[in-house]
């Protein structure tokens, strides 16, 4: 795995002030533009969840859709999109969180699983937790058990990972930003 962070790491890109000055943006379109690391990346989620017996993978809006999207046909199971508020167009749940930059709320529709489904919770970067929280509230809400979450980048500094874990959430990073 050491290795695979590592190559999976070099192909992140860092913007700095984006989108306000102070942030150093982690960019991953650099590694979903090559086939070979995007890949790598999904390969590394396939090995790690592969005998977890998922009902479903839901992804965080927007960057979650694409790796939760791509795990969810490789594995064979129902991919939920967690969307920003007033996208998704039947009767949802929502939860309001921090950003490290503002505020936000994500929203589920109230049939996206059922009472007992074993599902991963998946987005591309872990900063404050505040987006993941709110991911996790809400399949917990309509009763989903979350077997872990995921994430590609980690930006320990920022206590996300923390929060999550915390909350005795298993967290998988494939790679962190510490000290950065």
Request: aromatic share 8%; charged share 25%.
């Amino acid at each position: 795995m050491q290795s695979a962070s590592l190559y999976i790491k070099d192909h992140i890109r860092t913007v700095p002030d984006w989108p306000q000055a102070g942030i150093q943006f982690r960019d991953i379109t650099p590694l979903l533009q090559d086939p070979t690391v995007f890949r790598t990346l999904i390969d590394v989620f396939l090995a790690r969840y592969a005998d977890a017996k998922l009902d479903s993978v839901a992804g965080l809006d927007a960057r979650g859709f694409i790796l939760g999207s791509v795990i969810a046909y490789e594995l064979n199971v129902g991919f939920i999109p967690i969307r920003k508020k007033g996208k998704l167009p039947f009767t949802t749940v929502s939860e309001e969180y921090e950003l490290e930059y503002g505020s936000a709320t994500v929203e589920l529709h109230t049939d996206a699983c059922k009472p007992g489904d074993r599902v991963l919770l998946i987005d591309d970067l872990i900063a404050t937790g505040g987006t993941m929280m709110a991911g996790k509230k809400l399949l917990e809400r309509l009763g989903a058990t979350i077997i872990e979450a995921a994430v590609i980048v980690d930006l320990p500094e920022l206590g996300g990972s923390r929060l999550i874990e915390s909350t005795g959430l298993p967290l998988f990073k494939v790679c962190d930003f510490a000290g950065h």
